[in-house]
């Protein structure tokens, strides 16, 4: 059982930037992202594998956040820049324990979450 542990999350006006982060109690494939608004489903913000680094980004943040890790604290980060009303969401970091040739958007390929961070972004 790996465990997640998010921070970062807090209100910041239009424009404005944070960094979330997630530290994992255990090593597994990749590290993702999620985020839920009211109202809305989970959905996919960004991923990256431990081993080479790659990522994949929702379209709706590219060009904006940027996820990296750090293999030696075990933690993943999101920066996110340019934030926008509509990022206004709980943030979910998620970790996927099957090692696969892709990185997956979706959430049900995602074995452990966290508990969630809020990040309100104001107009």
């Known amino acids: 059982q790996v465990q997640l542990v998010e921070s970062g999350g807090g209100l910041v006006q239009a424009g404005g930037s944070l960094r979330l982060s997630c530290a994992a109690s255990g090593r597994t494939y990749a590290m993702g992202w999620f985020r839920q608004a009211p109202g809305k489903e989970r959905e996919f913000v960004a991923a990256i594998m431990w081993g080479v680094g790659s990522a994949l980004y929702a379209d709706s943040v590219t060009g904006r956040f940027t996820i990296s890790r750090d293999n030696a604290e075990n933690t993943v980060y999101l920066r996110m820049n340019s934030l926008k009303p509509e990022d206004t969401a709980i943030y979910y970091c998620?970790?996927?324990?099957?090692?696969?040739?892709?990185?997956?958007?979706?959430?049900?390929?995602?074995?452990?979450w966290g508990q969630g961070t809020q990040v309100t972004v104001s107009s």
């Open positions: 998620a970790a996927e324990r099957t090692s696969s040739t892709y990185i997956s958007p979706d959430k049900r390929d995602y074995d452990y």
